[in-house]
């Protein structure tokens, strides 16, 4: 599976981003798309993620209720709408994908198996 992120950019506090997540290469039947963030010197975050099949979703509680994740079957393409966003949201978003995830591991890094490049979202304040 190949993944190109895309949408970030330079976003002011309070204003509204989406990110766009393109997969090619194979069916997504079966895998559970997500997306993780890493600002500078700090681990990667669990953002949120998507089963494909059923569209089931898991999010950080901490970002419920701002950012929402959709999916487009026919464009094999998932999107992370940002809204209200915060200085402390700039960082690199990356997209990923993985097979056989068990929703109580939707959150570890480790568990997927493919990741994209990764897109900055910067947010001025």
């Known amino acids: 599976v190949q993944l190109q992120a895309s949408g970030g950019g330079l976003v002011q506090a309070g204003g509204s981003l989406r990110l766009s997540c393109a997969a090619s290469?194979?069916?997504?039947?079966?895998?559970?798309l997500g997306w993780f963030r890493q600002a500078p010197g700090k681990e990667r975050e669990f953002v949120v993620a998507m089963k494909w099949t059923g569209g089931s979703t898991t999010y950080a509680n901490s970002l419920k209720g701002r950012f929402t994740i959709s999916r487009d079957i026919t464009k094999n393409t998932m999107y992370l709408q940002m809204n209200s966003v915060k200085p402390e949201d700039t960082a690199v978003y990356y997209c990923?994908?993985?097979?056989?995830?068990?929703?109580?591991?939707?959150?570890?890094?480790?568990?997927?198996?493919?990741w994209g490049q990764g897109t900055q979202v910067t947010v001025s304040s």
């Open positions: 290469g194979r069916s997504l039947g079966g895998y559970t």
């Open positions: 990923a994908a993985g097979s056989g995830i068990i929703t109580s591991m939707s959150g570890v890094p480790s568990s997927y198996h493919y």
